[in-house]
């Protein structure tokens, strides 16, 4: 089973970023995907979920309007597209597939977001 985010780096406050998280080994279209993140010092947060189809999503409060996540499972990858990106965003953003039947739960191994002047 892996996760794999790319798309992280550095990025000028109001720049935007893409995240991709790219599945195997696991049944991808049954899973609800997140994507999380952690910045230094603070708890891991959820940043954005979508369904295993795809047709519902939810956003924390502070990125609505500004992020968006979606999925195609015929490529097994979740995106999160982040737009208008402020230094507060700065964190190590992780993907996580959660299996809502069994309760199986996977997690990437982040990629680092910085968003810097």
């Known amino acids: 089973v892996q996760l794999v985010e790319s798309g992280g780096g550095l990025v000028q406050p109001g720049g935007s970023l893409r995240l991709s998280c790219a599945a195997s080994?696991?049944?991808?279209?049954?899973?609800?995907m997140s994507w999380y993140r952690q910045a230094p010092g603070k708890e891991r947060e959820l940043v954005a979920i979508i369904t295993s189809a795809g047709g519902s999503t939810n956003y924390a409060e502070s990125v609505k309007g500004r992020f968006t996540i979606s999925r195609d499972n015929a490529k097994n990858t979740v995106y999160l597209q982040m737009n208008s990106l402020k230094p507060g965003d700065t964190a190590v953003y992780y993907c996580d597939g959660r299996q809502p039947i069994n309760g199986y739960n996977y997690w990437g191994q982040g990629t680092q977001v910085t968003v810097s002047s």
């Open positions: 080994g696991f049944t991808f279209s049954s899973y609800i």
